[in-house]
């Protein structure tokens, strides 16, 4: 489920407030992770594990040092900033020396269609070296590590909190893995809610950046004839056109939330200039911000979001 904040102070107002407001994902994911454990190993002197067979699925997330492993009988090396998620039938024999430190969790995956005996992460015939991947700035193993944290403070809240962290950390290592290599149930771009919850999400977080189709397709990881095929089979509309009307909307609960200017708000949703902000507003919405303005004044920190999202 996607939530939005939106924030209203001005100097005039009694009050400062955050509306939360939430769409998206509706449904039921096609398989709910079970975690199994979580922890940080750091590596004090060399040391082989024995080789073993994996009964679930295993993430490695290297933070420092360099993680060797054998594979299916294939030598492997895990820099610091990658991970590796091992799945099940895969042999696996640790080669780690000092400086190491990783984090790792184990799960598996519980499929909510009874008729599927084993969930799969991976489409079948993956190799081994495709199953590491980049974790773009850790982001990955610093939310592993608010786990351990949280974990380790022992009370029963707290165990919780944990778990639900886990469920974050699942779903975010789902989104770095290439589409091609997942099972295909897992493919969150062939779903509308699951595809303009993902979109949304980008541009909430960039809603001051002047985006480009290529920006929306590389954080999506997807191309941008995809992403144009997507917008219109899903949204009904153009990726430019569907960002300007997100942004437009944003305007509209500033101008009835907020004592904001509309050359402040189209410097604050990234316009290159209040002109060109005032005709795409009149061109979506049918009146000028200043028309919007006078039809629905100033409405406290408690009103109806104005929404012309789909």
Request: aromatic share 12%; glycine share 4%; hydrophobic share 40%.
């Amino acid at each position: 489920m996607l939530v939005t904040a939106y924030h209203s102070l001005d100097k005039e107002s009694a009050f400062e407030s955050e509306d939360f407001r939430f769409f998206g994902i509706a449904s039921t994911p096609f398989v709910t992770p079970v975690f199994r454990r979580i922890g940080i190993n750091k590596v004090k002197k060399t040391y082989d594990y024995y080789l073993h067979r994996h009964d679930n699925y295993e993430v490695i997330m290297v933070e420092s040092g360099d993680y060797s492993c054998r594979i299916n009988d294939i030598e492997i090396n895990v820099a610091a900033g990658e991970i590796l998620i091992l799945k099940p039938g895969d042999t696996h024999q640790d080669l780690c020396s000092p400086g190491l430190v990783y984090f790792h969790f184990c799960f598996d995956l519980q499929s909510i269609d009874t008729a599927v005996v084993n969930a799969k992460l991976f489409t079948d015939g993956i190799t081994v070296t495709r199953q590491i991947f980049k974790d773009g700035g850790g982001r990955l193993a610093g939310l592993a590590a608010k786990i351990c944290a949280t974990l380790k403070k022992g009370k029963i809240i707290d165990i919780y909190i944990g778990h639900s962290m886990m469920s974050e950390l699942f779903w975010r290592l789902v989104r770095i893995i290439p589409n091609d290599l997942l099972e295909k149930k897992f493919i969150f771009n062939e779903h509308k809610e699951s595809f303009t919850a993902q979109l949304y999400d980008f541009l909430e977080r960039n809603i001051s950046r002047s985006l480009t189709v290529d920006d929306i397709a590389r954080e999506l990881n997807i191309c941008d004839r995809s992403l144009t095929e997507f917008c219109r089979k899903f949204l009904k509309d153009s990726p430019a056109h569907i960002v300007l009307k997100y942004k437009i909307d944003r305007a509209a609960m500033m101008l009835q939330h907020t004592h904001m200017t509309a050359k402040e708000i189209s410097f604050s949703l990234g316009f290159c200039n209040q002109y060109y902000f005032s005709r795409c507003f009149k061109r979506i919405i049918n009146l000028s911000p200043r028309e919007f303005k006078k039809r629905w004044p100033f409405a406290g920190v408690m009103p109806e979001k104005v929404s012309f999202l789909p």
